[in-house]
């Protein structure tokens, strides 16, 4: 059974990444606190308006225990983005949304078995106007106390088509 859990989601991944071009998408496996949750991450680019695109960060959490699992995250930023230069050899600026203020206050989310839940943040257009052309790697870390689970979130290459 869990063959055909994992087999379904590497299916609903590689479909994703086929329809959307400007994200990848990685599936493990968390420990942990959050053993039993299956987690992947992704890229999108969003158009917020006719001169502006920004880039939403999402994080799906699957719990694949055959309890509830709760864990709390921080309420207005459930998810730390980090944009680095994709080439290990170039150094350059990078995009690290845990060195901003971020509210304290929490959210509960209580996972049943067979739950998911997706946590978005988004790097907004004068952010990512900053950074340089090239190719990004994006790192999603969920905001949950000092067991912060990250994933990989694909490559996005800067910059995005809507943003001048």
Not at 145 to 159: D, E, K
Request: proline share 6%; aromatic share 4%.
């Amino acid at each position: 059974m869990r063959i055909l859990e994992l087999l379904l989601i590497s299916l609903i991944a590689s479909s994703c990444r086929q329809t959307l071009p400007t994200q990848a998408v990685e599936t493990v496996a968390l420990s942990g606190a959050f053993a039993g949750i299956v987690a992947s991450a992704k890229m999108q680019e969003v158009n917020s308006g006719q001169t502006t695109t920004s880039l939403d960060v999402s994080v799906t959490m699957w719990n694949h225990a055959s309890s509830s699992l709760q864990f709390v995250v921080l309420a207005n930023c459930p998810v730390y983005v980090r944009l680095s230069p994709a080439d290990s050899t170039t150094s350059g600026p990078t995009y690290d949304e845990s060195a901003h203020p971020c509210v304290r206050s929490g959210r509960q989310i209580n996972l049943a078995p067979g739950d998911s839940v997706v946590l978005v943040d988004t790097v907004p257009a004068d952010s990512l106007r900053l950074l340089p052309r090239g190719s990004y790697h994006g790192v999603a870390t969920v905001t949950a106390g000092t067991n912060q689970p990250s994933v990989s979130a694909g490559t996005v290459t800067l910059p995005l088509t809507g943003v001048r």
